[in-house]
């Protein structure tokens, strides 16, 4: 418990950690929106996205409930594809690829862009079979010893491992929330992608469990490009290098994390920061 | 006429009991704020309950004792040196006709003087013992309203007591249910054991020939009653219903719950549900008259001898009867698998049917295995398809292309007819109901235990 408390306590000091202002400016653009609009049905739920997000670092979307920014998270990794009705307008590129090009496979565009989702979502399998599912549909074992290589070395990329080694055949539905949301972590890992979405991975969860996911997030910057939405000002601080601020559908403001939180230049913005609206 | 006057008295009293006890409750509160405990609708129901428990009870007293009343009563209007020329079965014929005179209804024949005197004096009694109970029951019900009513105080627990008998109420009504099935296991149980005292057990567990005779080809001789015949015939008819519907019924349900669009469920849904609303003898007609001549033609193109009707015709036919069920069962239980699990496999790149495979089915198996194992015991009990459709041939047989005979179609035949219950002819009927009952018990069992053990997986 002591030890938890000390990683609760570290993780709070981190905010923006090791990242200066400029040196993210110039890192290079993994996935690049513009003017993404996204319809479900009649009713228009975004409206004309750009943005540019960085190669290897946290981006994090906030805005008050209902502002767009899960819907434009999905749009990322055509997950808006399942939801009948759905209508997704405007240019996404990946590494300068359209990924709503007709001649694209939405299967590899998933592999590339992993996810992790709010509630935690382990199949109702064993942990091990949790991790090997993405690798075994993709083919990324050649055998058996390959497999077990990938799953062990995704859940001690999750920071899972030394918890679960013991109980690999055990179902991954037995886990606590917070090791739950970490095997989905290592399961997203495992296919190898080179953006992680993750869609508010810590609302369902405790302080120190939250605690530890981010710190994970941090860990795993070094990696990956990764995209969060939070409902949290606070998280977004401690993990993000930039922020983009939604707000009814539209992107209000984006830039460098500490710019947005010290020094906002539009009033929304101003005024969310400040808790007084949302 | 009697009781809807006993009804129409006792929902008054219901009426006066409720409006007492709410209006009293009503006068507690007063200006100076005395805090009541329960609210007045309460206490109303309170008043009711107390009314008409006592007044319900001497009701059901007079519905239960009141009939061999008015016999004893009877008996004693008929002269004693009647009653002495007459045998049990001639004493219940006049106890008829001098009722059926008190009623106004006539008799056959000529009447008796005495029977005349006696339907007078048992039409006047009928009367006054009807007076008396209304009067009791409503006596007892004011009796009891008027001290429900000096009871009722702000302090009164009305509320707890109320939901105490509500309470009580439905445990009442789940009891019905549990003592009608103890009820019907009985019966058959009793009958069975009876069947058992003219055959042995092993004979009719373990015999494999299923030949009764009826006591009026004048042998003597009972028959033979092995059920191994009828149960492999059963069985046969089962399982072949069940590849029928399996592979059919759970194909369609992942279509429907995965790919159809919402226009294409809207119409498929519901034709699919019409299936399970054709009646079971049509579908024997069905099987009768098209199915089995088809596969007596398609089995005759490739070189096999397939009768009209064997247990193929009624095995296919009663799968089809069974799709509906587990299309629906199992489009249900997809449906309930966390939209969560399906996001979770999309996210990870897999595909519309690696998803529906890896993912989504093993999530239902339990479900889906549940509906299974109940489609089979309604396959296994089904009577009117192969009654008519199985060719009614009570022989221990390996082939599914050769009639076949069934353990409810024997029990139809047994049953049907004139027979009376003292042979094991007839009684023979309950033993065979019994094995089914126990059989379809026990898969029933069985598929509740596994709905249970697995259901948890994705919570």
Redesign the interface.
């Known amino acids: 418990m002591d030890m938890l408390a000390g990683k609760v306590k570290m993780t709070q000091q981190s905010v923006n950690n090791g990242m200066n202002p400029t040196d993210m400016l110039e890192r290079p653009i993994r996935l690049h929106a513009k003017d993404v609009t996204v319809h479900y049905g009649a009713k228009q739920a975004l409206f004309g996205i750009s943005i540019d997000i960085p190669d290897r670092a946290v981006t994090s979307f906030i805005g008050p409930s209902g502002c767009g920014k899960s819907t434009f998270l999905r749009c990322i ?1 055509r ?1 808006n594809d ?1 939801i ?1 009705g759905a209508k997704v307008r405007g240019l996404i590129e990946l590494d300068g690829e359209d990924i709503y090009d007709p001649a694209l496979d939405v ?5 590339r862009i ?4 709010q ?1 935690p ?5 064993s942990i091990y079979e949790n991790v090997a ?2 690798p075994k ?2 083919g990324l074992a050649r055998s058996k010893s390959d497999l077990d290589e990938i799953v062990v070395s995704s859940l001690r990329k999750a920071g899972l491992f030394e918890e679960v080694k013991d109980r690999l055949n055990e ?1 991954g ?1 037995g886990l606590s929330g917070g090791q739950q949301q970490r095997l ?1 972590i290592a ?2 890992i495992a ?1 190898g992608p080179e953006v992680i979405l993750m869609d508010e991975p810590c609302s369902a969860l405790d302080p120190i469990a939250t605690a530890i996911i981010e710190e994970l997030i941090d860990e795993l910057r070094e990696n990956f490009t990764i995209v969060i939405v939070t409902h949290s000002m606070q998280q977004a601080a401690r993990v993000s290098q930039k922020t983009a601020f939604f707000h009814l559908g539209k992107l209000i403001e984006e830039g460098v994390t500490e710019d947005i939180f010290t020094n906002p230049v539009n009033k929304q913005t101003q005024d969310y920061i400040m808790g007084r609206i949302g | 006429m009697n009781s809807l006057i006993i009804a129409g008295l006792l929902v008054l009293l219901l009426g006066l009991a409720y409006q007492t006890g709410w209006s009293k409750s009503r006068s507690l509160v007063t200006p100076d704020g005395i805090k009541v405990h329960s609210r007045p609708q309460y206490h109303g129901a309170l008043v009711a309950i107390w009314t008409l428990v006592p007044a319900l009870l001497i009701v059901g007293l007079w519905a239960n004792f009141g009939d061999s009343a008015t016999r004893a009563f009877t008996v004693s209007q008929i002269p004693p040196d009647v009653i002495m020329g007459l045998d049990e079965i001639a004493l219940n014929a006049t106890i008829q006709r001098i009722g059926a005179l008190a009623s106004g209804y006539g008799v056959v024949g000529e009447v008796q003087p005495f029977e005349q005197a006696a339907g007078a004096a048992l039409r006047q009694f009928q009367f006054l013992s009807f007076l008396l109970v209304v009067a009791a029951a409503a006596g007892t019900g004011i009796l009891a309203l008027l001290y429900a009513r000096s009871r009722i105080t702000a302090r009164l627990r009305a509320r707890n007591a109320v939901e105490r008998v509500m309470n009580l109420a439905l445990l009442a009504c789940s009891g019905v249910a549990i003592l009608t099935t103890v009820g019907i296991v009985a019966s058959l149980l009793t009958e069975a054991l009876r069947f058992f005292t003219f055959i042995n057990p092993l004979d009719f567990f373990f015999g494999t020939v299923w030949a009764p005779k009826f006591s009026s080809t004048g042998t003597g001789d009972a028959g033979q009653y092995g059920i191994l015949p009828l149960l492999s015939g059963t069985l046969m008819v089962a399982a072949i219903a069940m590849a029928v519907a399996v592979p059919v019924g759970l194909m369609t349900a992942i279509y429907l719950s995965q790919y159809a ?2 226009s294409v469920r809207a119409v498929v849904k519901p034709i699919i549900e019409i299936l399970a609303g054709i009646p079971t003898i049509v579908y024997g007609f069905f099987a009768l008259v098209t199915v089995g001549p088809f596969l007596n033609k398609a089995g005759a193109m490739i070189g096999l001898d397939i009768s009209a009707t064997s247990a193929l015709t009624a095995g296919v036919v009663m799968g089809i009867m069974i799709i509906p069920f587990i299309s629906s069962l199992s489009d249900d239980i997809l449906n309930q698998v ?1 939209l ?12 519309q049917s ?1 998803t529906i495979r ?2 989504l089915l ?2 239902a198996l339990p479900g889906i295995v549940g509906a299974f194992l109940l489609a089979v015991s309604r396959a296994i009990g089904e009577t009117m398809i192969v009654v008519l459709a199985a060719g009614n041939s009570p022989v221990l047989r390996g082939s599914p292309f050769e009639p076949v005979s069934t353990i409810t179609v024997s029990i139809v035949n047994q049953l049907t007819g004139d027979t009376d219950f003292a042979g094991p002819q007839s009684l023979v009927g309950f033993a065979l109901g019994l094995t089914l009952f126990v059989m379809t018990l026990l898969l029933n069992i069985v598929a509740l235990y596994i709905v249970r053990r697995f259901r948890e ?3």
């Open positions: 990794n997950m399942t009948e299967v590899e565009l998933r592999a992993g996810m992790v989702f509630k979502n382990p199949f109702p399998k599912y993405g549909i993709h179902p539905t989905c399961r997203a296919v | 669009p919402r966390p969560a699990l399906r996001d979770g496999a999309y996210g990870l790149g897999a595909t690696e890896n993912v093993p999530a997986q994705y919570e």
